[in-house]
C-alpha cells in the first residue's frame, strides 16, 4: 500500500501570502493524486485531481503540482484567505493503476491570520 | 453536482445498541460506496468498499460482523454498527464515485457516541 507524508501537522501564514503545502509518497508512483479539504466535524471536500502525466493544474486560486521524480505533490492557495483555514488532505490511489482506493495522509491544518 | 448525504449526523446511544447509517447519492448513481471511520486529529482510514449488489470488502482488522454493510442499489448504501460498545465511538464518514479515477465525494460524517 501507499504511504504518504504531508509536510507538516499545521502551517500558519498570513492572510494574502501563498501557502504551500507538501505531499510525499514513498512507494509506488501513482497514476493520479487527489486533494481535499475538510473542516472540523465536516465530510472532506474534493478540491483538484491531477494526473501522472499533467504537471499542473489549477482552479481558481488552487494549483497542484505533481512531480512524480521527486515523489512529491504540492498544493498552492494564492491570495490566501481566512475562509481558507481547514486541514487538507492529500490522497493518491492505495495501489497502483487501476486503484480506486485512495490512502489518505493525516493532513495539514492551514490557519490563514488575518 | 455530486452531493453525498449522510444520516444521521450524530447518535448517542447505550452500550449494547446497534446503530445504522445511511449513505446516498444524491445526484449521481454510484458504482463503488465507501466507509472510513475517523478519530481525533487522524487521517482517515478505510473501513470497507462496496459495490452495488455485491458483498463489502472489509479492511485488514475490521470485523464484518461487526459492521454490516448493504449496499442495495446505486444511491443507497447502510453501515449498521451491531451491539456497538463504548470502543466504537468514532467519527463515520462514508464517500461514493462512479468510474474511472473520478474523485470520491464524502457526507457529513455520522458523530457516534456509545456511553
Known amino acids: 500500500s501507499q504511504k504518504i507524508e504531508q509536510n507538516s501537522e499545521a502551517l500558519n501564514i498570513q492572510e494574502g501570502k501563498t501557502a504551500t503545502l507538501t505531499c510525499n509518497y514513498t512507494n509506488y508512483s501513482p497514476a493520479y493524486l487527489q486533494w481535499y479539504r475538510q473542516d472540523p466535524g465536516r465530510g472532506p471536500v474534493f478540491l483538484l485531481l491531477?494526473?501522472?502525466?499533467?504537471k499542473e493544474k489549477r482552479k481558481e486560486r488552487l494549483k497542484v503540482t505533481f512531480d512524480t521524480t521527486l515523489k512529491q505533490s504540492l498544493f498552492h492557495i494564492t491570495a490566501s484567505q481566512p475562509a481558507d483555514s481547514a486541514t487538507y488532505l492529500c490522497a493518491p490511489p492505495d495501489s497502483g493503476a487501476g486503484s480506486y482506493q485512495l490512502t489518505f495522509g493525516k493532513g495539514t491544518k492551514l490557519s490563514v491570520i488575518p | 453536482g455530486a452531493v453525498v448525504s449522510q444520516h444521521p449526523s450524530w447518535v448517542i446511544c447505550k452500550s449494547g445498541t446497534s446503530v445504522k447509517i445511511e449513505c446516498r447519492s444524491l445526484?449521481?448513481?454510484?458504482?463503488?460506496m465507501f466507509w472510513y471511520r475517523q478519530f481525533p486529529k487522524q487521517s482517515l482510514m478505510l473501513m470497507a468498499t462496496s459495490n452495488e449488489g455485491s458483498k463489502a470488502t472489509y479492511e485488514q482488522g475490521v470485523e464484518k460482523d461487526k459492521f454490516l454493510i448493504n449496499h442495495a442499489s446505486l444511491t443507497l448504501s447502510t453501515l449498521t454498527v451491531t451491539s456497538a460498545h463504548p470502543e466504537d465511538s468514532s467519527f463515520y464518514i462514508c464517500?461514493?464515485?462512479?468510474?474511472?479515477?473520478?474523485?470520491?465525494?464524502f457526507g457529513d460524517g455520522t458523530r457516534l457516541s456509545i456511553l
Open positions: 491531477i494526473r501522472e502525466n499533467e
Open positions: 464517500s461514493a464515485r462512479t468510474v474511472g479515477d473520478q474523485p470520491q465525494h
Open positions: 445526484d449521481f448513481q454510484a458504482t463503488t
